[in-house]
């Protein structure tokens, strides 16, 4: 059984592409066997999925609060990549949480580096830029944990893949 990212929806095809699109294919079930053998207890229903991108909203929330921003905000997608209890969906969205968060930590530090290296002129460029990524941050993680909950796979445009 393979899963196509682009039409999300399980297309049962041997081979590497989607016939209605032509993008290539996620390999969900190697084994025939092992997709017969699993019962519904292992299937997901979303809730981890979904709290591996909203716990990285509520970690940067609290981030500002506190006044250590951007720092935790890894952590949940971490945690439920690790989590015993996870299925094979609810780690491929914290793996994407991860990354994702992972790329906007390494976005923040460059730029605050990039400010103080230009002894503090550059941050008249640099912040209203990190804002702006802050923006567009918040509403990728708003879209991820919607199709997280909604069972639907998700990939953030821009993010590199430190974790596969």
Known sequence: MNYCLSCQK???????????????LVDL????KLAAAS???????GQ??????????????????????WV???LPGLIIRGSST??????RHATESLNFQLTM????????????????????????????FQIVGLVFTI?????GSNLKEYRYPISIRFVK
């Not at 399980?10 to 290539?24: E, T, W």
């Not at 019962?39 to 229903?45: G, I, K, L, Q, Y």
């Not at 879209?143 to 199709?147: D, L, N, V």
């Open 48 to 69: 981890q999925a979904m709290w591996s991108h909203l716990g990285a909203i509520l970690a940067n929330v609290l981030g500002y609060l506190t006044g250590v921003t």
């Open 105 to 132: 930590l390494l976005i923040a530090v460059s730029g605050t580096l990039v400010g103080i290296m230009t002894l503090l002129i550059g941050f008249i460029v640099i912040i209203p830029l990190l804002i702006i």
């Open 86 to 91: 996870a299925t094979d969906f609810d780690r």
């Open 72 to 74: 935790l905000t890894w």
């Open 10 to 24: 399980d297309v049962r095809v041997i081979g590497k592409f989607c016939p209605d699109c032509g993008k290539q």
């Open 39 to 45: 019962t519904t207890v292992n299937r997901s229903n």
């Open 143 to 147: 879209q991820a944990t919607i199709a």
């Open 29 to 32: 079930v190697v084994d025939e």
